[in-house]
């Protein structure tokens, strides 16, 4: 889960903020948000995830059952069917009796 780079911003005083204080926590924001990748579902096993409290909403990746889990708020659901794909390809031929004559 992601989180807000620690920062040292000061506290605005009254109803405006200085450019200043703007372009600080705008920076911040930046940052913190080039740190977080959207797209990098963080992986759990289910031995894991027991001992684990997470909000609802949350998507995880469980590698004991192999598929993206959604929380509910009780219990993860998954999101999908796991399935095996075949890792390979096999092939099988054979050709019938060739007779050659010499005449």
């Known amino acids: 889960m992601s989180k807000l780079l620690p920062t040292r911003l000061p506290q605005a005083q009254g109803e405006s903020v ?23 579902v963080q992986h759990f096993s289910a031995t894991e995830l027991s001992g684990l409290q997470f909000k609802s909403g949350a998507i995880i990746f469980n590698t004991t059952v192999e598929v993206h889990q959604a929380f509910d708020g009780n219990v ?7 399935q095996t794909y ?6 099988s031929s054979a050709v019938g009796a060739v007779t050659i004559e010499i005449t």
Do not use: M
Request: no cysteine; hydrophobic share 35%; proline share 6%.
């Open 18 to 40: 200085s450019a200043n204080t703007f372009n600080r926590l705008v920076r911040v924001l930046e940052l913190s948000l080039g740190a977080q990748n959207p797209d990098d």
């Open 86 to 91: 075949p890792s390979g390809v096999e092939v």
């Open 76 to 82: 993860f659901r998954d999101l999908y069917k796991h």
